[in-house]
């Protein structure tokens, strides 16, 4: 069983924030903001690139009712969906990061500085 299953399960502890049947929102365990939260579907799944639109269409509003608890909604956040090797996905149980509570950085992600991609 993956670690969010477990997490899921109750078999390793969360600081949660919200849940409902099919959704499960919790801090992230190595924070890179002040508000950094992990978003699961209960159900497992790998990643978004095998994520149906009919789940997307229940994580949507789940995301957003999480950013509200959390006073995010007015200020604004960032989402982020690490999705396989490339995009530097490390637990594979699909997972949205909702990174908050300060003005945040858009930082290069390669190590490349000088190149320009356009
Ligand atoms: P990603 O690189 O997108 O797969 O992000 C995985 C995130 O999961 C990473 O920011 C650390 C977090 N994480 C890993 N294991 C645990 C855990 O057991 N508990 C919590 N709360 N977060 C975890």
Redesign the pocket.
């Known amino acids: 069983m993956c670690?969010?299953c477990?997490?899921v399960q109750g078999e390793?502890p969360?600081?949660k924030v919200h849940e409902n049947d099919e959704f499960l929102a919790?801090?992230?365990?190595?924070?890179?903001a002040p508000i950094?939260i992990?978003v699961i579907p209960k159900k497992h799944i790998d990643k978004f690139q095998n994520v149906t639109p009919e789940l997307m269409a229940k994580m949507t509003p789940f995301i957003q009712e999480v950013a509200k608890i959390l006073e995010l909604d007015q200020r604004g956040y960032r989402l982020?969906?690490?999705n396989g090797e490339d995009?530097?996905?490390?637990?594979?149980h699909l997972?949205f990061?909702i990174l908050g509570g300060t003005k945040l950085l858009w930082p290069q992600l390669t190590p490349d500085e000088n190149k320009k991609y356009l």
């Open positions: 670690i969010f477990k997490i390793i969360c600081n919790f801090h992230d365990v190595n924070p890179k950094h992990l982020i969906v690490n995009g530097g996905q490390e637990v594979m997972h990061h």
